[in-house]
């Protein structure tokens, strides 16, 4: 990436220059001002000598006036289109692209040609070949890249590679990872919502589960992948399975109280209770949630739709096999159907020890000693980052971002163009296992 520094440095000795440069907050334009777009520039809020907000660029007037409201953003700094950014001048040091999925790659590829080191949302984009333009086009560019593979940045998920890497469970021979999705977040996401059906966003082991096997990758260590497997099916959100009787609104149905997917339930019972954070906060697109806007949601909207109603198609379980160098095995669930929501649960099998983690503890134990002992890792999110799903990885890889851009120092940064690229690619690989029915022999361009 030419003048970027790969190597970590210890902040007592970064270069006089770094010095200035992180003495001045890191100037960030947000495309796409939904969800995750807020989230990430709260950290601006929270760090204010550290990064500024100073541009947004939305289709939808109301979430990017809330984001300007929120960062006092200069008029002539609020776009209704990304392309409006890149006929100006550049005049931020660089982008949050959170933008739905199939409108990641244009205008991360523009904007990196610009000159802005990007943080792009996950996944990258919804191709092989438009993500493999992308992290070309950064590295060309010598801009630099962070892509929002967030639980890279969980200190007790970054904790399991450290073990791993000091040989305290020895060789590793097989990995054990499970995605518990949450039966109501499956029915909100990838029923109801903007991931529901492929042609509109992506396939739910990209959109959903590239998380989970980038970090199977990661934590093979750099064995290439051999071959994978993958089987799953779109089970039970069926129109077949519409119970006798239903409607096609939670809210006009007569059955509505014995389903445990009711639209009611999920969104209407938590605004009366007073819970107006994610998921009911994101169905109100054009006003805050409160009971009289979402009920007209409800009304109106897709989120009130019976869930065997939808035009969803994409799966609600899926199993991915892999096969790495030197015999390491590994084995991924993604299941919709669960309590818990995306409580990650890993077990890793070594030649000396086992490991296992709950997604809170980590537990090793110790063939030799016959000891078992747990580890945590401290977590820091102030703010509304402790609410977004993922502890307080979200603000940690922001706060990476920043500092890597602020120092010009990328290894900040854990989940960078390359090893990212790889990952997606694996995952591109699973999926056209499971729509082949066969064993995919990954290509030699993983090396």
């Not at 906060?281 to 979402?294: A, G, K, N, R, Y």
Request: charged share 25%.
């Amino acid at each position: 990436m030419g003048h970027i520094s790969r190597k970590k440095k210890d902040p007592a000795h970064f270069s006089m220059a770094q010095k200035d440069r992180m003495a001045s907050p890191v100037d960030v334009i947000v495309v796409g001002a939904g969800n995750r777009g807020e989230t990430y520039s709260h950290f601006a809020s929270l760090q204010p000598q550290r990064m500024r907000v100073i541009g947004v660029a939305d289709p939808r007037k109301f979430a990017r006036e809330k984001l300007q409201k929120q960062h006092r953003i200069a008029d002539v700094n609020v776009f209704a289109d990304w392309r409006g950014i890149v006929q100006r001048e550049k005049f931020a040091d660089a982008v949050f692209i959170c933008t739905p999925d199939r409108q990641h790659k244009n205008p991360a590829v523009a904007l990196a040609k610009k000159g802005y080191h990007i943080l792009l949302e996950k996944p990258m984009a919804v191709t092989a070949e438009d993500c493999t333009e992308i992290v070309r086009t950064c590295i060309q560019n010598g801009v630099m890249l962070t892509v929002c593979h967030v639980l890279r940045y969980d200190p007790v998920i970054h904790k399991i590679k450290v073990l791993m890497d000091s040989g305290a469970i020895g060789d590793p021979v097989h990995i054990q990872h499970l995605e518990p999705v949450g039966f109501f977040h499956f029915a909100h996401s990838f029923v109801r919502g903007n991931w529901r059906n492929e042609a509109e966003s992506s396939f739910a082991l990209l959109a959903k589960s590239c998380h989970d096997i980038d970090l199977i990758h990661h934590w093979a260590g750099g064995r290439r992948c051999l071959k994978v497997s993958s089987f799953g099916s779109l089970s039970h959100f069926r129109k077949e399975k519409r119970p006798p009787g239903a409607a096609d609104r939670c809210l006009d149905c007569p059955v509505e109280e014995s389903c445990p997917y009711s639209a009611r339930k999920i969104y209407l019972d938590r605004v009366k209770q007073g819970c107006v954070g994610w998921p009911v906060s994101v169905i109100c697109s054009s006003s805050l949630p409160d009971i009289e806007s979402v009920t007209e949601a409800l009304k109106s909207g897709p989120y009130g739709r019976c869930v065997y109603q939808c035009d969803n198609d994409v799966c609600t379980n899926q199993v991915v096999n892999m096969e790495f160098e030197g015999g390491l095995t590994a084995a991924f669930s993604m299941v919709a159907f669960t309590e818990e929501i995306c409580k990650r649960r890993t077990t890793i099998y070594g030649s000396k020890g086992e490991l296992s983690c709950d997604g809170h503890e980590i537990r090793v134990f110790d063939f030799l000693t016959g000891r078992a002992t747990k580890h945590t890792a401290e977590t820091y999110a102030p703010g509304a980052f402790g609410m977004g799903g993922h502890g307080g990885a979200d603000y940690q890889l922001v706060e990476a971002f920043i500092s890597a851009v602020a120092s010009g120092d990328a290894s900040f940064i854990r989940s960078g163009p390359e090893e990212t690229l790889l990952s997606h690619k694996l995952v591109f690989e699973a999926e056209r296992s499971r729509l082949e029915s066969k064993v995919v022999f990954c290509g030699t361009d993983q090396d």
